[in-house]
Structure formats: structure tokens, C-alpha cells
């Protein structure tokens, strides 16, 4: 049995090297595919009449002496603890088979066993106002209008009164839907109807329109008389476009010689005849429109359009027209000139700013090392936020927010005096984002005293500063239930404590001022600075700790 497998899987080796032979030497022709697809057919049912008939001979057998399978030919009744071929063959393929049904029938016993568990859970509702379906939760007692689409396509069961109520409303959607269909079939009738009748109607539009006395003024006709007035011209084939546009006279007097085309009138004699007609028309169009706006009382004209004016009276009437615009420009320019010296008047600087001016151009230059916005500048009493590198005339850093004070950056008020004069006067000429180096004449820094040990008398310096950014001070806003030490501690119990007290006050205002000046080398410095400045008010001691 086994050799006559083996053979047919020789035999079928072989017939797939011809076949492959074969598609190299010789294009493939109906013939041969058909040969092709009868091979692969017999082979095919060959593999399964193999695989039924090794079934039937092979049986898989249990040893409990060895605890062993054992394999059974019951054709020759032979036994061999040797895997058969065919095992080896076809029992992967039974094992993927077996795992494929196996989650195909799990995979349905699940989705039944979740939909019933769904219908036990909810319950379907219809909200005929909203035209939605909800849930209601029988465990937690949640109404939800909004869940998956999973529960959606489960169609759980309703009550009654619902299904009916669902029932009912789709009822009433196919009936709006019908009728929407036939009033769009009524719709079609009627545009083909009137398509049909249009000329017609036009025609006896145009026909009462003949038989009315029109306005002398073609901007109060309609489009019936605008119609009928092509019709004396003999331009009928243009009426219906200007019933299709919708055009009325005081739409046709307003169009431009370009727009004609528009129309659909395109023939250069027709084009030139409305021309010359229109002249007069457009003429007294714009003298009615001079007379609405001066409020003048209407005169009516007597005359013929073509005649209306002279040459002589047009030429007088062109050069007053002339007259009057240069009159209106005048009058516009004068109107100008007193704007800009009202602006002039309230941009002017009063003496104090000019000398203050002055002062600032002579005591500090601006040195432009990066760009800012050029839009954003600080005032006085604006928050800036600085970053900067204070040093002397010779190269010595004495300031650094970096290196010094070991912060990005820093923060103070523009114009009462945190700084030197000649910093804060400088940082208004900055933009956000500018980086300058502002040198600063001593007269505005810390002038002949200067700062001891680090800044000698009669030192300019140098800032090389960079504008971050600023933002408005806010305004002090007195509150509505204060603090009980503000009016309770200024009242002292005997001499001495107010004594103390004042010393302190004193001692205070000295630190403030050294650390306003922001000119100390290092926390060593500062150490040493705020020492002295406590032993000058005897609030200090040389023994005590800071």
C-alpha cells in the first residue's frame, strides 16, 4: 500500500516537471490547459480516495503495557509502532481543519450566548418626538440613548405599545417620501408646461407692456416695459434673456458697455445703437440722482432725449462739473492740512519732555546688537523683564543675572528709580526681543560717588541687555475688609518700642537702597554690604547671625 503511494507521488513529481517543460518550450493553448485542469482535478480526487482508503486500514491503538500508541493494519493484520505515511501526510492539515471549525462553532455560541444575555439585560424603547430608539438598563436603571453599534444591530426586544408607536412612524416616512415624489413629478410637469407656454406669455407681456404710456425715466421700468422698448427697437430676440436675468430698467441704465455680452447680445451694430440711445438715458438718470441727494424738487424735462442739450450747454455743463471737483478736492485737502496740525498739536512734547529729551540723548548711546519687534516698547510704569551684563568702561563684569544673581532672568517697574537712571531711561528705546548694549555716562549711573569697592567715581557703564518682555502694573485696588494690623500696630505701647521700630525703619531703607543700586559683585558682597549698613544703625552687633 505504502509503495503504491510513494509511486503516485513519483508519478505526480513528474507530471509537474512536464508541465513545466512544456510552458518553456510551447505557449500554452486552450488544449493544453484543459489537460492541465483535468491533472490537477485527478489528482485531486486521487489524494482523497487515498486519504479514505489509509483510514480504513490504519487504526491507532493504545498499549497499556507500554503506555504506548501503536499503529494496526487490519488489511494484513500486521502492527508497527512506526507513524504510517499518510499520517505524516494529511495529519496537519485534519488538526487545522479541526481548529478552524472549532472557533467557527465557538465564535457562534458565543454570539448567541451574548445576545441573550443583551436581551435579558436592556430593553428597546421608541422616542417617537426625537424619532430614536433608547435602552433602558433593568440592573443599574440607566436610560441610554447612545451605544454601540454592536447593541444596535441586536435588536432587542420592545414592548407593545412601542413596536406599534415604530410601526406607525414608519408609516408615516414612506407616505412623506411618496408625496415627495410626486410633488417633484408635479414640479417637472409644471417647469415643462410653463417652458412650453413661456414664449407665449412673453409675447403678451410684451403686448400689454406697447399698450402702456412709459416713464421718461428708464430707471423706474419694469421689465414688461424694458421689453416692450426692445421690441420697438427691433431686438426682440433678446427678450428673453432679459426676462431669464430678471433685468429691470434701472439694472440695464447701470450696465456697462462690457456687459452687454452678458445678455447675449453680441452683434457690434446692436451693441453700438444702445450706445448712442443710452446716452440720454444715463444722462438724466444722473441728474435725477444729484437731485435726490441735494434734495431739490423734481422738474420735469420737456424735451427729446437726443435733444436734451446743445453742444454748447454740454461743454458749459462738463466745465462746471470740473469746477465743482476741484472745489470738493479743495475743500478735502484743506480738511487734511487742519487733521495733521490738530495731530501735530497733540503729539508736541512740552519743555520739561524736550530737555529731559536731550538729556537722555547726551548721557546714553544705544548700541543696536539684535533686532526686536519693533512694534511692542515699555513706558514708565510698565513691569519689564530683563536679562543683562552690567560692566565698566575697562571690561569688568560688577552684574550678571547669570553668573551673580543665578536667575534667567529679572523683573522691575520702569520709573521710580529700582535701578540707575541711565538704565531705566534706556530700556524705553527698546522693543521686545531687542538686545543692545547701552552705555551709560556717569552723570546718569552712580555719578562722582560712585559704588565702593566696585564702581570708582566718575565711571560710565555698559548694559548688555535684552528686552524679554513687559506688562502693564496693575492698579492698587483698596480692599473692602482690611487687615487688622494695618491700623492696630501703629500704635506703641511705650518710647522705646517706637524707638526700635524707627531704628529698624531706617535700617530697612538703607539695605533697599544698596539693593536697588543692583551693582553688587557676589553673595560675599552682599553679606558685607548688608552688615555695615545694619552696624551704622546699631541694629547690629558683630557677634549676632544674619
Known sequence: MLRGIRNKQKAVVQLEQQKTQEKEKEPLNKDKAATILQCLVRMYLARIKIRRVAKGVWIRVFDPTYKRYFWYDRLHGASSWKQPKYV?????EDIQEVINIQRVVRGFLGRCRTKALANQKYVRYFDSESNRFYWFDKESQKTYYVVSKWLQNQHIAMPKEDQLLLQSNLKIK??????LEKDNEIKKIRLKRYEELEPEIIRDKVKNAKNLRRSKHMDDWTTDDLAAWFTQLKMEEYIPSLFSNRVDGALFVNLSDDEFHDLGITNRFHIRKLQLIMKGYRTRYERRKDRKQQHDPETEDEDDLISE???????????????DDSTVEDDYSEENDSLASDENELTKLTEEQELQKRMDSQNITVQLLMKGDGENFPIIGDIVRVKYTCSISDGKVIMSTKNVLNKPWVEFVLGIEQVVKGFDRGLTLMSVGERSKITVSPEYGYGKTGLPPHIPPNTALVFDVTLLGFRPRTNWVKPLIQDPRTHERPYFKDLVTSLQLAKRSDMINDIGHIFSSSMILNDDDNVLAV???LESTGAFQSGSKM
Open 309 to 323: 442739450y446743445a453742444p454748447s450747454e454740454l461743454s458749459a455743463l462738463i466745465a462746471a462739473e470740473n469746477e
Open 531 to 533: 552688615k555695615s549698613a
Open 88 to 92: 505524516e501526510l494529511f495529519d496537519n
Open 174 to 179: 414612506e407616505l412623506e417620501k411618496k408625496l
